[in-house]
Every structure is written in structure tokens, then in C-alpha cells.
């Protein structure tokens, strides 16, 4: 079923969250799927970790308990496959975890069922390599082919980095309109429209979610202070008299 020759035609899929649901309904159309998630029906834990590549759609909190469990039915030479929001903290768990002779390349969708809803192709992935890489090359290639995203390899490191910014500036920003309770109005100009979408689109993510981005990064909480460095510093700036309305 694969469009790529040299990957099998059976995926395990274990977790059937909201990302897993989503990544099924894409997997599906490439390979026949054995899913698993203890709330619901379907193949057991040990039929989805004896598939030749098992995806594991898991918040990071679970990731550990997963591993252990799936190790002894992994199939030599299996192609271990994640997709939490960071890298470095999973891929180095996972490579403690399972047996050697498994592979592991770790992804991250830059999306998920609200902002990929109206379809995946062109969003960007991440593509981490673990154990020396092996495989990395044909995860992207799968990525980028068969389902038209747009693979950027990089370090666990690098990645992190970058998403401490990209990810957890945005999700920090709309948790806070959230909590103000910031709505809709007539008066609405586009820009605040803007930011209304960006708050939408991150709204229904999970509280795992949320905190495995600004929690479980290493990167994160320098990001946090340096924003509230510069909330401050603003704050600072409207007290000085020059910004003053005079009445």
C-alpha cells in the first residue's frame, strides 16, 4: 500500500487521541494500520508494537510506560516512530528504553486536526534523527512524498531550540487572551482578527500538550523570562511621562 517501495505495508499505531485519530485518518490511505489505545477498540498493545514501524501518538508524560511495554514485541529491525512536540527529552528516553536492534527517528507535525483540517500538504514536519540516523532518510522521504509535507531535518537540539520560540511563544500568547476572556467584537479590526485566529487554532489543545510545550522544552523557560522581561520593560516605558495623555 505504501507508495515508497522499501517501507512495509503495515503501521502500528499506539494512541488514539486527538493527534492519533488525525494521523490515522492520513496513515490509512498508505498502509493498512493496526491501532491501539487502551480506551478504545481495537488491536492490543502487542499486535500494533509487532508492525514493522510503530508510531507512537502518546503525550511525553506516557511516553516511558509505552516503551517499556512495546520492547519485548518489537520485531528486529522495527522503525520506531514519535511525534511529541519536543525531541531531545523523548528521543533520549526512547533510546534508552528500547532494544537495540529497533530504529528511532523522532517527528514533530507542526500541525494537528484544527489547523491541518482543511489539509496537511505543505506544512512543515520535523524530522530528528536518534541512533546515528539510521532510517531518518526514509521517514522524510514518506513525509515529503506521500503525503506532501514539507520535511526539515535537524538536531533534537536545534529543534528544541527553535520550538521554545515558535511553538511555545505562540501557545503562552493565546493561553493568556484565553484567560482574559478576550472575545469577537463589531469593532474588530483585521489585525486583532489575526490574533483571534492564532488563539482558535490552539484553544482545544490539551492541558499535556500545553505543558509539554512550555514545561517539558528545555529552552522554554528562557523564553518565558525573556518575555516577561519585555512585558515589564514595556509596562516601564508607558510609566515614564512621555507617554502620558496629558488632559
Same mark, same amino acid.
Given at each position: ?15 488514539? %487521541?486527538?493527534?492519533?485519530?488525525? &494521523?490515522?485518518?492520513?496513515? +490509512? ?17 502487542? #499486535?500494533?508494537?509487532? *508492525?514493522?514501524?510503530?508510531?507512537? &501518538? ?8 509505552? +516503551? ?9 529491525? &522495527?522503525?520506531?516512530?514519535?511525534? *511529541? ?26 500541525? %494537528? ?14 524530522? *530528528?534523527? +536518534? ?17 506532501? /509535507?514539507?520535511?526539515? &531535518?535537524?538536531?533534537? #537540539? ?13 501557545? /503562552? ?5 484565553? =484567560? ?28 499535556? /500538550? ?18 516577561? =522581561?519585555? +512585558? ?16
Amino acid at each position: 500500500m505504501s507508495t515508497i517501495p522499501s517501507l512495509p505495508s503495515r503501521v502500528g499505531l499506539i494512541g488514539r %487521541g486527538a493527534f492519533g485519530t488525525f &494521523a490515522r485518518a492520513h496513515l +490509512a490511505r498508505h498502509f493498512e494500520v493496526v491501532a491501539h489505545d487502551p480506551a478504545h477498540d481495537g488491536a492490543s498493545l502487542a #499486535e500494533a508494537a509487532a *508492525c514493522p514501524v510503530v508510531v507512537l &501518538a502518546v503525550p511525553l508524560a506516557a511516553l516511558a510506560d509505552v +516503551a517499556r511495554a512495546i520492547a519485548p514485541a518489537l520485531l528486529p529491525g &522495527a522503525l520506531v516512530v514519535d511525534v *511529541c512536540s519536543v525531541k531531545s527529552a523523548p528521543l533520549a528516553l526512547l533510546d534508552a528504553i528500547l532494544p537495540e536492534h529497533a530504529d528511532i527517528v523522532g517527528t514533530h507535525p507542526l500541525f %494537528g486536526p484544527q489547523s491541518g483540517r482543511d489539509g496537511i500538504a505543505g506544512l512543515p514536519v520535523a524530522v *530528528c534523527p +536518534a541512533r546515528r540516523g539510521r532510517r531518518r532518510r526514509l521517514v522524510s522521504r514518506f513525509l515529503s512524498e506521500a503525503l506532501a /509535507l514539507d520535511a526539515v &531535518a535537524l538536531g533534537p #537540539e536545534e529543534h528544541d531550540r527553535q520550538m521554545a520560540t515558535v511553538q511555545g511563544l505562540t501557545h /503562552l500568547l493565546a493561553r493568556i487572551v484565553l =484567560e482574559m476572556g478576550v472575545g469577537d467584537t463589531r469593532l474588530a479590526t483585521p489585525t486583532f482578527r489575526h490574533l483571534l485566529r492564532m488563539v482558535d487554532t490552539v484553544r482545544h489543545d490539551s492541558e499535556a /500538550l500545553f505543558r509539554t510545550i512550555l514545561d517539558a522544552n528545555p529552552h522554554a523557560a528562557a523564553m518565558r523570562a525573556r518575555f516577561r =522581561e519585555a +512585558a515589564d520593560a514595556v509596562e516601564a516605558r508607558l510609566a515614564q511621562p512621555a507617554f502620558r495623555v496629558v488632559a
